[in-house]
Each structure stands twice: as C-alpha cells, then as structure tokens.
C-alpha cells in the first residue's frame, strides 16, 4: 500500500504572489486571517508543531518528510502548476529531490487550471490562464521525464504515477495524454500511470477513465453526490444565490464524504483509488462562499479512513490510498499538528495504517 498525501507548496514568497497580493504574500496570510463566521465556527485554525513555517528552510522539509514517515505517509504529491512553460510553486519539491536521504518519495499532480484570485475570494480574476498546445506538452514531458528519472519518484513497478486534477479541460483528452506517454518516453521518462481526479459534479465525474486515455481515478469526495440530476441542481442554483446574497457559508456533515466516495465506487467502471479527506474550511479562502464539513471528529475520521483503506485494497494492482490533505491550511485539511488541539488527526491515521 502506497500512502500519498497532496503537499501543498504556497509557503513561500514568490514573485507572482508579491506582484498579485503584496510583497511576501503565502497562504499563511489567508489562514491568519480567518475569523469565525458563525457560533462556533472554529476559525482561525492555527498551526502547531511546526508553526507559520517557511519552505525555503531545509530544516522545515526534513522535519515535515520525518512526521510523514512516522504516521505511515511514504509519498508526497506536489501540486504541479505549468502554464506552457512557466512553472509556480515549484522550489519545495526541487528542494527535497535534492536533499540527502529525506526518506520520503515523491510524484507529481498537475493542478491543469487558471490561476484566478480564488486565494483572495476574488475566483473570476485570471492571474496564469491555463493554455495546451503540442509545443507545450513536449516541453512538459521532457520535464515531466527529468523527475521521473530519479529514484526519489515513487515508481509502480515499471511505470510511474502521474495525477491530472481536471482532466475534461485538456482539448481531445485522450490523443493529447497518448502523446504526452510517447513524449515522456521518448525523453527517458519510461511509462505513465495517469490518474484523473474524480469529483461528483457532472465536470468532475469521470466513470469510464479509458475513454480519455486515463488509467485510474482518484475520488476526491469533498463534494455532495445526489442521485438525482434535477435535485443537485436546484440546490446548487440555490447555493449559487445564497452566495451571491452573502448567506454562507455552505455547511453540511463531514459524514457525507464517505456517502459520495461510496458512489464513486458504484459510478466507476475501471481502476478506482480511495481518498481520506482530513477535514473541510476553506473559508479562509472563500469566506462566507465557502464550505465548512462539520461534524469533523476522531470518531468519523476513522470511519472514514477504514472504509477507504479496505476499498483500496480490493485493487489488484497498485494500491495507492490519497490523503488529503498534508498542509492545505487555508482549505482546512491538514495532516500537521495544529495549535491547542484536542485530538490528531496524524494520530488516527497511524493507528489505521499499522492496523490498530
């Protein structure tokens, strides 16, 4: 079994978020900020062990890849941003392929969207628009293959896992991802096992992952799945106006993502891997647009981390269970200790992973 947990690399200043949101702006900005936004709203939510770290310290990513050893996480999944050449974000992961001996393997998730200003609420400004053409995807291969290359990239037997967020924006999904494996194996990079994230909304649901050239999905089951069409829509039309009007945020039971993953189960035709979502508040985003999952305890964390690690190993090939997330503060889900808290999540999923 190969635990991943989505790493997040928005703790360091860049010059594109200096030149969007200020000089020195990381998402500690957005977590700090946060106030609750009802009665007992748990907001801000602070970090601990580690506190408002810093990524360009060496002594932070040895310290994180350490904790991720002890709970029983042996991947990190970068968050990927290429926008037909130009790269974001990407010093952290550069930074831990270099490091002697961190312990801990690496793989790629592309995350194939616009950079809007959804960091400061603001989701209808495009900052970094999200292009594809042949000549961008040979140069991405060609980087893609230089990773793939080295011995800290987790490796499937004889192929290496490559995750797409939103595969259905890739223009004729299927033939550009075939030439995105002849390229990568032509640069060196060998095979690609290529992972589209699933979701329950109609653009995010992925039931037949051949067809657009995929070799599994991932369920991310943060979203509510209803059974009819008709439903879902009037209560996102409704949400959509609520929003709209200042009413939010959104909340709904955190035992809804075991109802949706459970779906994704029964929708699927094809390789399917499990996600554990480590809570949900991204109002330090989005504020009162956001969503916050409560109900979120020790009790329903294992729930759901025992009914997704016994899902995974159904799969015959390449178990591969996706936690998310290790540090995506300002969306709430976090494998790191955070400050005063009552019980940890790292905790949990130890025990579960050793069996306990």
């Known amino acids: 079994m190969n635990v991943i947990a989505y790493y997040l690399g928005q703790y360091h200043p860049i010059i594109e978020n200096d030149n969007y949101w200020g000089e020195g702006f990381t998402e500690w900005h957005n977590v700090a900020r946060a106030r609750p936004l009802y009665p007992g709203h748990n907001q801000p939510m602070l970090p601990g062990r580690f506190g408002f770290y810093d990524l360009r310290a060496d002594s932070v990513i040895q310290a994180q890849a350490r904790l991720a050893k002890e709970i029983g996480v042996d991947t990190f999944c970068y968050w990927h941003y290429w926008f037909a ?62 990773y793939l290359k080295s011995d800290r ?62 070799d599994a999905v991932v369920a991310t089951p943060v979203g509510k799945y209803f059974n009819n069409r008709y439903v879902r829509m009037t209560y996102l039309a409704a949400w959509k106006i609520a929003k709209r009007l200042g009413i939010g945020p959104e909340i709904r039971r955190f035992g809804s993502i075991k109802d949706t993953l459970k779906a994704a189960y029964n929708l699927v035709d094809g390789t399917i891997h499990s996600t554990i979502v480590t809570g949900w508040d991204n109002t330090p985003r989005s ?20 009914y997704a690690l016994a899902k995974e190993q159904q799969n015959t090939q390449n178990n591969l269970i996706f936690i998310k997330s290790w540090n995506e503060w300002a969306e709430g889900n976090v494998l790191e200790a955070k400050f005063n808290e009552k019980w940890s999540a790292a905790e949990v999923l130890k025990d579960v992973f050793s069996g306990q």
Not at 123 to 143: C, D, F, G, P, V
Not at 165 to 171: A, D, H, V, W
């Open 287 to 306: 504020r009162r647009g956001g969503l916050v999952l409560a109900g979120y305890s020790k009790k329903s964390l294992r729930e759901l981390a025992v």
């Open 153 to 214: 990239y987790l490796k499937l037997g004889e192929s290496s896992p490559f995750l797409i967020y939103k595969p259905r924006l890739i223009p004729s999904c299927r033939s550009y991802l075939d030439e995105l494996r002849d390229c990568v194996r032509k640069f060196g990079g060998g095979e690609l096992y290529i992972i589209g994230n699933w979701g329950p909304g109609d653009a995010e649901q992925i039931n037949r992952p051949r067809d657009i050239g995929l």
């Open 85 to 146: 050449g130009k790269r974001v974000l990407y010093k952290p992961l550069d930074r831990i392929m270099a490091l002697p001996r961190p312990g801990i393997k690496v793989m790629l998730g592309w995350a194939n969207e616009s950079w809007t200003g959804i960091w400061h609420g603001l989701s209808n400004k495009i900052l970094l628009e999200q292009t594809y053409n042949r000549q961008e995807l040979k140069q991405h291969a060609k980087l893609i293959a230089s």
